[in-house]
């Protein structure tokens, strides 16, 4: 689970958005701080930028990088401290930002924030190395007392809340060691590098650190764990609160968990700290002492400021582990006797955590945060402890949730002991189905998972039954969390059937429009989070109306002209620093617009493709030189612009120059550090298949041979004979950064050249796009990507065939809910519904298509490749 979606879910209850945009009530802590409404001087001015509120004295120029100083402060002292900073900064045209809200201050101190942006709540810009000395020790005099969290990637001055960095003042990007685009700052030869932005504090190889700072670095040193009796070991996470250590006791040599708060951070709903929730934790460990489903405490010590809760190291693995290896639907076809014995584990193993839970609240404490990766299961599977207390509430049965897993959070009317109540009920359906993160959405898809439980598994209709009527509890079409079907729905929950198709068409299409932003300069329609990660991310190919036009189109969909001309519009003039890459940037977005008869601004746009440097750009189909390639080489085809032909081949050469010297040795290469389609070799031996259509030039299908090679070196053979992208620490099937992507580049590559080890791959490719169960319904992350290859692939044999598809259609219906009576799609994370193309209803609006529109649809450059004579298009069998 990426816990960074949690912040774009506060805005909508049914998209994800920008914390910004939470509306202000007048009253709530969205409502923007008074000092930030106060009239500025003449010659100032206010804008917004994202989070942030920024005033600057327009005639006075800034440096594009130096020292820039940070002030962090706490939820009740922000306001104040911010009148200070104003004080202090307007009278002396001195440019500052700050985050306006006590909601948006909250955001980025949450336990989930992002660890390195933590506590900057104001920034301020001096105008040179003289300014910075003067406003940093000024401000610090000013501010000291005032508490705030510690700034990570900075450098703390003296006690206060005063932090500095050198970095970047505008908004400027190149491309890191991965190729990936990043913010960047110029070095010592005009060069543009990574401006690092790390939780840990560093100064550029080419910057003297001043002196006045040095004696600020030295402070930061001087605290170590020398005289703590316990050594750290290892790290098993980190939060923005802090992190979890394994660890020994040096005086016993017990082996230990060292759990730590940082002061002021990682805030809680409540606003509660790390360390009040650290202690919340301690106390409630000690009111269950000796009991044998939790840790007991052994110590709680400071160091530095920051505290430490010690407890026992309890053997044993997450429940979440134990389900990802015993569930049968991870198979293709699991016999009667592997579910009747998953479904007594389950219900078994259910008892364990039942009997847990009424264990503690015999005790007086209530959980809150019951879920998957907090059930310890021990390895012979004989008993659970429950970890993680530091949302729980001891004699406290009125208490609201303030921490929570996105599948197993409670709705807004239980308190106390029903929280605990209600996420048992969910686990009850997770156990069978690991989907409860849809609640977030809707309720009512309880009813409709119950019933694909019930289907697949024998178990008794009683228990899921029950967990219904509990999530359910007090559930209405109008109430939160609800998409407006009825509570308890089964067979009639989705508006129509997938494979009813092209009313299911007709369906997606008519919820990707009822969900269009029109008003809206950022995106037409809602998507990932992505969207707001650059200028580009509401218009491009994966996350933006690009995409979404795209299948739209593809399908046979009626036309959006307003998204066109939205489109149109928002990449008219692209920001400097826009991606050009195919999927997330200027090459995708052109390809679309030609395809859609707006040639002329698709040839405005590649001008611009064209006039920026290429040679750091990373070689992948996603952001890429291949994406880029085949982008110029199309549009080249269809407007006649013979000179893109070469351009494309210039970005291939790029790529074998890159690749060649990865292999000598000389460089790591982005190519070498991910697998798949859209990230690893096989986007690259993509493009050198259709290019060496185009040219017949040989030497094409030998890069493109030592690409696929290359990906494949980075699989394993499951025991079920499955073949999957190994990441180290889970394997990948997907189609954009698992096998599955790398088996529909072999089949093309296949028409060309016979290969055994490619034919036996793609045979073991196609058994892993087999299983019952994908985690998310998206295309490039879950079931649509495996309904869009079993349509398309022309590997023979078992799992081909149009029952194969036909399960996984029906599988994929497992993701979707109704939007305003229409079919769509939860997106990444499953906690809100998505339109695009790579997360959400755009891109399984598309994998339908592959498999059941007249004219087969396809991605991109893969479009669906000569079939054997005796396979005809699934939706033409009768």
Partial sequence: MNKGYAAFCDVSRQFYDAPYRRVSDGASSSAPYSVAGRDLPQGWQRHRSGDWLAFRPVEREL????????????????????????????????????????????????????RAASGKFITVYPADDEEFRTVAEGLDGLLVGEPGPVILSDLRLGTGPVYVRYGSFTERYCYDGSGELVPAVSDAQGQLVPDRRDPTFHVPPWITLPAFLEPHVAARAATTVADVPYRFERALHFSNGGGVYVGRDVRTGRQVVLKEGRPHAGLAADGADAVARLERERDALQRLAGLACTPEVLDFFTLGEHSFLVMEYIEGRPLNNFFAHRHPLIEADPSTEKLAEYTQWAMRIYRLVEEAVEAIHARGVVFNDLHLFNIMLSEDESSVVLLDFEAAAVD????????????????????????????????????????????????????????????????????????????????????????????????????????????????????????????????????????????????????????????????????????????????????????????????????????????????????????????????????????????????????????????????????????????????????????????????????????????????????????????????????????????????????????????????????HRRDEQFEQARVDIVRAAQARFYAQPGLFRGAAGMVLHLSRTTTEGPGTHDADVRRQIDSLSWGAIPYQGQLAFAGEQMMRLSMDLSTGTAGCLLALGSALHEAPVHLPFLPPPRRPQNRLPWGSRK
């Fill in 63 to 114: 440096p594009s990088q130096g020292w820039k100083i940070h002030v962090s402060a706490c939820l009740d002292n922000a306001e104040r401290v911010l009148g200070t900073v104003w004080d202090y900064c307007v009278p002396r045209s001195v440019a500052f930002k700050c985050m306006p809200s006590r909601y948006l201050l909250h955001s980025r101190n949450a336990k989930y924030a992002n």
């Fill in 396 to 751: 406290d049965v009125t208490r609201r949730q303030v921490v929570a897993n996105p599948g197993f959070v409670a709705p807004a009317d239980r308190r106390g002991f029903d929280v605990d109540r209600y996420a048992l009920a969910c686990l009850r359906l997770a156990l069978f189905l690991p989907l409860t993160s849809l609640f977030a959405v809707d309720r009512a898809k309880a009813g409709h998972l119950a019933r694909i439980a019930g289907e697949r598994f024998p178990v008794p209709p009683a228990f899921l039954q029950e967990a219904v009527a509990e999530i359910q509890r007090g559930l209405t079409a109008a109430s939160p969390g609800s998409a407006g079907s009825k509570a308890g729905e089964g067979p009639g929950y989705l508006p129509v059937r997938l494979a009813d198709w092209p009313r299911s068409r007709d369906s997606m299409a008519g919820a990707i429009i009822a969900s269009a932003t029109p008003e809206r300069e950022d995106r037409f329609f809602p998507g990932d989070i992505a969207q707001f990660a650059n200028s580009a991310g509401g218009a491009c190919f994966s996350y933006g109306a690009a995409g979404v036009l795209y299948a739209l189109a593809e399908t046979g969909a009626e036309r959006c002209p307003a998204a066109e001309e939205w489109l149109l519009r928002a990449t008219k003039s692209p920001a400097s620093g826009t991606p050009l890459g195919l999927y997330d940037g200027l090459s995708g977005i052109a390809w679309v617009l030609d395809r859609l008869g707006h040639r002329d601004q698709a040839l405005d746009l590649v001008d611009t493709l064209t006039s920026r440097p290429w040679h750091d750009i990373a070689p992948d189909l996603h952001s890429g030189l291949a994406g880029l390639a085949l982008a110029l080489d199309s549009l080249a085809t269809s407007t006649g612009e013979r000179t893109l032909h070469e351009r494309a081949l210039q970005c291939a050469q790029l790529i074998a120059d890159k690749t060649a010297s990865s292999a000598a040795g000389h460089s790591a290469g982005p190519a070498a550090s991910r697998a798949g389609l859209l990230h690893g070799a096989s986007g690259t031996a993509l493009l050198f298949v259709r290019l060496y259509e185009r040219t017949g030039d040989g030497a094409l299908l030998d890069l493109a041979a030592d690409a696929l090679r290359s990906d494949l070196k980075r699989c394993v053979r499951s025991a079920g004979g499955t073949l999957q992208v190994n990441e180290g620490w889970r394997t990948m099937p997907y189609l954009g950064a698992g096998s599955v992507g790398i088996g529909m580049v072999i089949d093309d590559y296949l028409l």
